[in-house]
């Protein structure tokens, strides 16, 4: 799990801690789209949301603050996933660390491509609701 100390030096850091009202996981998050460019640039575009305690009438737990976070990395100067085939995927936890000068996020699946990336940069972009 990341810190929030390290996400608030991150810009759109702040505005992700606000919408889910802490730290996310991205449990069971939807990777929906990771691309990479030979410019040193990339992104992971994701759908999250916060699982609440509350059970629907059919039994799964009702899921609340849908949003489309995008990760814009630049300056990549590592990238290492396997089943990279089987993208897009779903996250079973993802971390942001700060390791130096570079930030690393790295993300186990639960189902498609496991990752990680080291990065100069990173910026965090928010929309709230779900996909088209």
């Known amino acids: 799990m990341s810190s929030t100390s390290i996400l608030h030096d991150i810009p759109g850091g702040k505005p992700l801690l606000e919408w889910f009202g802490r730290v996310p996981r991205f449990h069971d998050a939807k990777l929906l789209e990771i691309a990479f460019?030979?410019?040193?640039?990339?992104?992971?575009?994701?759908?999250?949301?916060?699982?609440?305690?509350?059970?629907?009438?059919?039994?799964?737990?009702?899921?609340?603050?849908?949003?489309?976070?995008?990760?814009?990395?630049?300056?990549?100067?590592?990238?290492?996933?396997?089943d990279f085939d089987m993208a897009p995927g779903i996250i079973f936890d993802l971390e942001i660390t700060k390791v130096d000068e570079h930030f690393r996020v790295e993300w186990d699946a639960s189902y498609g491509v496991t990752g990680l990336v080291t990065a100069r940069h990173i910026r965090i972009n928010l929309e709230p609701g779900k996909p088209d």
């Open 37 to 82: 460019s030979n410019s040193g640039a990339g992104l992971l575009r994701i759908h999250a949301w916060n699982m609440t305690d509350e059970v629907d009438a059919a039994g799964y737990f009702v899921l609340d603050k849908h949003a489309i976070v995008t990760l814009t990395l630049e300056g990549v100067s590592a990238i290492n996933c396997t």
